[in-house]
């Protein structure tokens, strides 16, 4: 079923938090810990923002990256779907609304839940569907 994938989800507390910023410092954490990242994004212009983001954020880091998953070995990956992520990565944050298909591909799941209420219900979806698969997902609260 869900096999050993660790699932997180990381509250942001209000909407003026940068999901994006969220996004590098999980990315860069997971990259010097020796992980391969695949970062999910909900379509390909949040794709392009977020590749954008990552050539700027953190100030003086470089997170090495590029848009989709081929297996290469660029340690950080941007795609907008979970089916196309290459089994060398190990590690998946999720942007988008719908459940990472097949999550026990991968050791880790990081799920990021938007900072405003109304945003929230894919999340909330999004929990249901993994504890349906034997997951036991985690809140981590971000700010406030």
Not at 19 to 42: D, K, N, P, T
Not at 44 to 54: R, V
């Amino acid at each position: 079923m869900g096999g050993n994938c660790q699932v997180d989800f990381y509250v942001l507390a209000s909407p003026a938090q940068s999901a994006h910023q969220l996004v590098c410092r999980l990315a860069m954490m997971a990259w010097e810990q020796g992980h391969r990242v695949a970062v999910i994004a909900a379509d390909q212009g949040e794709a392009a923002s977020l590749d954008e983001t990552m050539w700027d954020y953190p100030a003086g880091r470089f997170l090495p990256h590029q848009r989709g998953c081929s297996p290469d070995n660029t340690p950080i990956c941007i795609d907008v779907s979970s089916t196309d992520i290459t089994p060398d990565r190990d590690v998946v944050i999720n942007l988008a609304d719908a459940v990472v298909t097949d999550p026990s591909r991968f050791s880790r799941l990081l799920e990021i839940v938007p900072g405003s209420e109304e945003d929230r219900q894919a999340s909330r979806q999004k929990f249901r569907e993994y504890r349906k698969l034997g997951l036991e997902p985690a809140h981590i609260k971000i700010g406030e």
